[in-house]
């Protein structure tokens, strides 16, 4: 009898630890549960939410699928925390919860950032076998920033290492630095991906070596949070990188941007403030290698300009080259625009083809420059790219193909009878 006891007691002992072992989901967490689990755990995601809330009885289950996995590694637990009870609701209000769900990850007690992905199983679990450390803000893995015009939006990429700023804690990160060497960037941006690896291997040099209050920081200067903050900052062109005294700017880093260069500037920052270099007041289109926002205009690198496309720039010139030329088919283009860097290589080829050809060229206008602003305004440029044929001055209809190809460009213009007059305007 009393072997019978302690075998019943033995499984009554057993059973919430095998419930669990079992179910393996999400914690249920209360204001005291809560601390306890934070405080002692490496790495705590935790859902706000109430139960009245579509989109956490949505986010609910894959919270739990994503909770079986996560929690297999030691360390690591994910809980929700019921802000509609009231026990609940002064835990709530102290976390700053103003919206539900809201997930928050957490690391021995201190929050490390709001969980801003989607709330898929997939992502839950890819964030917590890799997350943030302390000083750290990982960025969601897509871009929640504003899309450009006819332009598919971007993914975003991680640079480890590297300490991600937005509006919320870019002052609290400068100001408890010494120096931060600031990338701000684009997503779309090509010469943004081009430096991201260089800038995060420099990171990761002086991760080695570390100098004491220096680190490196990137901020998405597309999502939609951050555009105010960069416009303040008189962000202009992507990359721009700026060494960053506490909230000041201490010097624009203006060499090549390569991993070497970017350990020496932030290992060693000058002693003295270095006022920006001054930008001279007539500047040919490619003396720049750095990607300019619309606001600020962008004059491509030679190299990434058509070899055998007329560049058309301001009003003036445009008139000029449509009046002289039976026809002209141009093509209205942003230097940033996917579909654009697509075209471009096709539509080069035909203009090559078509060398030769009286009366009938092939020309651009880069919308991105200031000088084409009005110009790209009064043609009624919605999108990028756009082609539009010009006859005789005027304009005679648009050109549709997608996706461009050369042999549609030349069939198109050859077919164009050199006497006829122009067509109608669609």
Not at 169 to 186: D, K, M, P, R, T
Not at 342 to 351: E, I, L, V
Not at 355 to 372: E, I, P, R
């Amino acid at each position: 009898m009393l072997l019978e006891n302690q075998s019943l007691l033995a499984i009554l002992l057993l059973l919430p630890i095998l419930a669990h072992s079992v179910s393996a989901e999400a914690l249920e967490l209360d204001a005291a549960s809560f601390h306890k689990t934070i405080d002692t755990n490496d790495g705590s995601l935790v859902m706000f939410y109430a139960p009245w809330c579509p989109h956490c009885v949505e986010a609910k289950p894959k919270f739990n699928n994503a909770a079986k996995e996560v929690t297999k590694e030691p360390g690591k637990v994910m809980g929700m925390v019921d802000c509609d009870e009231k026990k609940n609701q002064d835990l709530c209000a102290k976390e700053k919860i103003e919206g539900y769900p809201t997930i928050k990850f957490y690391s021995k007690g201190k929050l490390i950032q709001d969980f801003e992905d989607d709330n898929s199983e997939k992502a839950l679990i890819e964030f917590m076998k890799n997350p943030p450390k302390e000083g750290e803000k990982r960025p969601p893995s897509s871009s929640t920033g504003s899309e450009k015009d006819d332009q598919d939006s971007e993914p975003d990429t991680f640079m480890a290492g590297v300490t991600y700023l937005g509006a919320g804690n870019y002052s609290e990160i400068l100001n408890s630095h010494e120096f931060v060497l600031v990338f701000y960037y684009a997503p779309w941006c090509p010469h943004c991906k081009d430096s991201k690896p260089k800038f995060e291997k420099a990171a990761k040099d002086l991760e080695a070596k570390p100098v004491a209050g220096n680190i490196l920081a990137a901020i998405n200067c597309d999502q939609k949070d951050n555009q105010k903050l960069c416009e303040d900052e008189k962000v202009e062109g992507y990359p721009t990188i700026r060494l960053m005294k506490k909230r000041e700017m201490w010097a624009e880093f203006e060499d090549e941007i390569e991993a070497k260069p970017l350990l020496d500037f932030i290992s060693n920052p000058p002693k003295e403030k270095v006022p920006p270099t001054p930008v001279e007041e007539e500047k040919k289109p490619g003396d720049s290698g750095k990607e300019e926002s619309a606001a600020g205009g962008q004059a491509e690198k030679p190299e990434d300009k058509m070899k055998h496309v007329t560049y058309l720039e301001g009003s003036e010139q445009f008139d000029e080259s449509i009046k002289s030329n039976k026809y002209v088919l141009v093509m209205f283009y942003a230097p940033w625009c996917p579909h654009c860097q697509q075209a471009k290589p096709a539509f080069d080829k035909a203009a090559e083809g078509l060398v030769g050809a009286q009366g009938k060229v092939l020309a651009a206008v880069n919308c991105d420059v200031k000088a084409n602003e009005k110009l790209c305004e009064d043609q009624k440029v919605e999108g990028f790219p756009t082609f539009m044929l010009f006859s005789d001055g005027k304009k005679s209809q648009d050109y549709a193909e997608a996706p461009i190809t050369e042999a549609g460009v030349k069939t198109f213009m050859e077919k164009l009878p050199a006497d006829a007059a122009a067509k109608d305007e669609l």
